[in-house]
């Protein structure tokens, strides 16, 4: 099938691996079941889809289970910068919870900034966005590239992936 006309694309995304956020979740709480400084808590990290809470005995507990988490997820090869982490909340005594949003996909914010960074750039590619995801075209692979750099220079806070090439 000719594809007539086309231009060079790609786009670029923020994706969270669910099944290795599980694995992570998973390794977690096992490390905390043996632990002895755990031993008889209540302590646990759950998961809905993208949304993890952590449970603790103790603020200072909550927070060797949150560095458990995220020694876990990056070796898993999850970006923590995703980790987007609520405000700790009392449950009962000294009990505590926080939640944890996975954040996926571009939000609008931050493609507003990368399509005006793009056109500040004067590179010459089209830059639209496209519900969570921006999509670049260009006439040439090479300013695509050229692209790429200039995001992974200029966001820094934010995981961003690049996918989909298309010739």
Not at 100 to 115: P, Q, Y
């Amino acid at each position: 099938m000719l594809m007539g006309g086309v231009m060079p694309s790609f786009d670029i995304v923020s994706e969270v691996d669910k099944q290795e956020v599980r694995n992570a979740i998973d390794q977690v709480n096992k490390e905390v079941s043996t632990r002895f400084d755990f031993k008889g808590s209540e302590a646990r990290v759950e998961q809905e889809n993208y949304y993890l809470t952590i449970y603790a005995d103790d603020e200072f507990k909550l927070g060797q289970i949150l560095n458990i988490l995220m020694s876990k997820s990056a070796k898993r090869g999850i970006d923590v910068r995703c980790m987007d982490k609520g405000g700790v909340e009392k449950i009962t005594g000294n009990k505590v919870k926080q939640k944890i949003t996975m954040k996926i996909g571009v939000e609008a914010d931050l493609a507003r900034k990368i399509v005006r960074l793009i056109k500040d750039s004067k590179l010459k590619v089209q830059a639209s966005i496209q519900g969570n995801t921006v999509r670049i075209s260009g006439t040439k692979r090479d300013i695509l590239q050229e692209t790429i750099t200039l995001i992974k220079k200029s966001v820094t806070d934010f995981p961003l992936q690049f996918q989909n090439f298309r010739d």
